[in-house]
């Protein structure tokens, strides 16, 4: 069902739409004939979304790649249902990657002498 997906959004074919990281409906807008995308929006969701997730500066888009004749302006989200997962960070992992950065420090501040130095 799922025909398009980079990092950020997710394009379902089967319902004509777009699915933002915030869980925001994006609706189909227009199709760009020259670079061969349909552009999918939703100004009224994105306006008040923190996330900002888009680049351009004039309404949030996205751009799915497809053929001209699987662009459909009509779309299906009723009876959609939109789940956030939310995943609590390990602790462990955290700790871990906090620690990484101290050995390289240690070896600077010792190579030039400067172990009395605080570095935070």
Not at 37 to 54: H, Q
Not at 90 to 112: A, C, L, N, W, Y
Request: charged share 30%.
């Amino acid at each position: 069902m799922v025909s398009h997906k980079d990092g950020r959004r997710v394009y379902i074919a089967g319902w004509s739409i777009v699915l933002c990281p915030m869980g925001n409906i994006l609706h189909p807008g227009f199709y760009k004939k020259p670079i061969k995308r349909g552009v999918f929006y939703n100004r009224n969701a994105c306006k008040g979304c923190v996330r900002k997730c888009a680049a351009e500066k004039r309404g949030r888009r996205h751009q799915a790649p497809m053929t001209e004749e699987d662009f459909s302006k009509l779309y299906a989200d009723a009876g959609l249902l939109i789940k956030q997962i939310r995943i609590r960070p390990d602790s462990g992992t955290i700790s871990q990657r906090k620690s990484v950065v101290e050995h390289p420090f240690g070896t600077m501040k010792r190579g030039v002498d400067a172990a009395y130095c605080l570095t935070r």
